[in-house]
Structures are given as C-alpha cells and as structure tokens.
C-alpha cells in the first residue's frame, strides 16, 4: 500500500480501470467457453449455439454507440461500475435450475453480459486517452497495446478456466463463483474510480452519436471487417470442430483455445515493437493496410492445407498459431488509432461508435460462424475470414498514414 501511495494518481487510476477490466475479462471468456462447451454437450447444433450469443452481440453494438453518450455525459467511473454490475446479474441468472435455462432465457443472460462487456471495454479504452497526454504517442500507443494485450491475455485464461470450471463444478457451481469474484471487484471500484473520469466538459447532444470525422469512420468499417474475418472461425465453428472432428475433451478445447489467445495478446503488448516503435516511428494508415494485407493471405492458406494434406491437426492448429501473430499486430494497431484520432473532450463518443462496428462485426462472424459451420464446414469459415481480412485492408488504404492534429 506504502508503495501504490507514490504513485501518480494517474498511474493508481490506470491500475484500477486495467484491473477492473481483468477481472471483467476473466469472467467474460470463462463465461463464453462455458456456453458453447455446454450446450454443445447438451446436443445443441452449432447454428443453435450461435442463436445463443445473438443478443449478447446485438446489444453491444447498441451498447457502444448509447454507451460512448452516457460516458461523455455521465462519466467512465459510473460507466465501467454499471458494466461490472450488469455482468454480476447475467451470471447469477445462470445459476438457476437447468430446466429453466432455455434458449429464450441464456439469450437474454448473453444479452445483460454483452451490454455488460462493452460498457467496461468502452470505459477502460476510453480513460487511457485521459490518463496519458496528447504529445505523448509513443507512451499512448505502448499502454493501450499494455491494456489491450494484458486483456485479451487474460480472455485466453479465461477459456481454459471456463473449461476446467465446468469440468470442477459443473455449470451452475461455475457461473456462481465467478459472480462471487466479480461482485468483490465491484464493490471496491465503487469506492476507488475517480468520480469524475471521462466526463466531457460540453454535455454533447444525442445526434452527436454518430461520428463526423472521416478517419474514425473509415477505421471503424476496417474494424468490422476485421472482427468478422476472426469470429466466423472462432466463435463456434472452431471449437465444435476441435470437440466433434479432432475428439478432443473440454481440458483440450479449452487449453488450446486458452493458449491462443493468450499468445495473441503477449504479441499484442510487443505490438508498438514490431510497428516501428525501434526506429522511432508512429504508425498509420499505411501500417494498417501492410498487416491487413499480410493477414488476409492465412485463412486461404490454411483452408487450402486442410484439403491438399494428410496431417489437418498439423495444418489447422500452427496455422491458426500464425494468424493469432498477425491478428494480433492487427487489433493492437487498431486500438492505437482509434484511441489516437479521438478527441479529447468526450472521448468515449469517438470511442465508442468504434467499437459498436467492432461489435457489429463480431455479430456478422458469430452468426456467419454457427451457419456456414453447419452448412458448408470450417472451410468454408476460412475462405471467408479471407476475404473480409482483404476487405479491412482495402479500407484502410483511406486512413491518413500519420495522426492527425487534435482540433
């Protein structure tokens, strides 16, 4: 305590909104491998499982856009606090009886989580612009790649806790003590989140929402390509083919999926290294359409592997190693941008319409994953992340190629 007392109170606010969003993550991807690990068990087919996330994505998409205005207006302590709230109800309501966990009610679970999750990813990537100054890019670019990698590191632990909780404790006993947990972290962030963080100074208008500026708009619809490229193979179609093709149990799955995106997110916090941090140099447009470029070729690769050789675990499990590398680079860089090309002053309302196409691109993968996996295979779900990868990387050729001036 003697030595967080020293610190900044910068630095002791960055601790709390990065360790707010930990926790949150954790019972996040925990709760995603639950999901689609057991009702997959219970004989649901992929497009089912699917259906089963459809308002958990919908509502984020809504989420970010209503929820950038609320924390504009209102503040990203209170923003960040009813996202850890939300997500403590959404796994209670998971606790109940298994006859009563039908479709219609896991939805509506999924549907309290996703608002939940988005609130907390909006306020935590909005509050660093606030925490870190404006001339300062090189510092800027390292801790949102430090907050984005440190999370997604932790979404990957939360899939192999996800699977070794239901393994343990069955599904109810899991989704129980995870509330618990984050119930813990949500009562302490009541009392250390500084009251009065991310409220713009302006109170903006509604029909504010919707960004005017062009090089948001234009990294936000790279994004949406960008997610979906990764969700229509991710989501559902890759573990039910781990679990049904590959026989692998809930340890496996969730132990490979843990591992990947864990490595996705330590090669999210070397991000600024590998983009030019050595020479000096801060990336732009040009940067995010090379990686884009270089990513967009994997999925075919790996589709066409699958086909032509005799050793799909082979194939499948290191090529996917490699995308997870470069989608990394991808998603870091992005998450720079945005939180670059910001304004200051309401930030969460820039921030906020990014990640809604973030969410809407998540959605289109999710849903494109359950029924192209059942329809037409994983294949099918790779050539796809093909072309929606080419697509974000053509996007991005209209991003400027160095920030732009704050005006």
Known sequence: MGALSTLSPAVRQYLVVTGNYWAFTLTDGALRMLVVLHFHDMGYSPLQIASLFLFYEIFGVVTNLVGGYLGARIGLNRTMNIGLALQVGALLMLTVPPEWLTVVWVMAAQALSGIAKDLNKMSAKSSIKLLVPDAQQGSLYRWVALLTGSKNALKGAGFFLGGALLAVLGFAGAVLAMAGVLALVWLSSLFLLRRDLGKAKAKPRFRELLSKSEPINVLSAARLFLFGARDVWFVIALPVYLSSVFGWDYWQVGGFLAAWVIGYGVVQTVAPWLTGKRT?????????????????????????????????????????????????????????????????????????????????????????????????????CLWISSLFVAAAALISLKLPRAKLAES
């Open 280 to 380: 000096g140099a801060i990336p732009g447009g040009t940067a995010a359409f090379g990686w884009a470029a270089a990513l967009a070729l994997l999925p075919a690769a790996i589709a066409l592997g699958l086909d032509a050789l005799g050793s799909p675990e082979v194939v499948l499990l290191g090529g996917l190693m490699m995308f997870g590398v470069l989608f990394a680079v991808n998603s870091s860089l992005h998450s720079y941008l945005i939180v670059s090309f910001a304004k200051a002053d309401g930030v969460s309302l820039d921030v906020g319409f990014y990640y809604m196409s973030n969410a809407m691109g998540r959605l289109i993968g999710t849903l494109l994953s359950g029924w192209v996996y059942q329809a037409h295979g994983l294949d099918a």
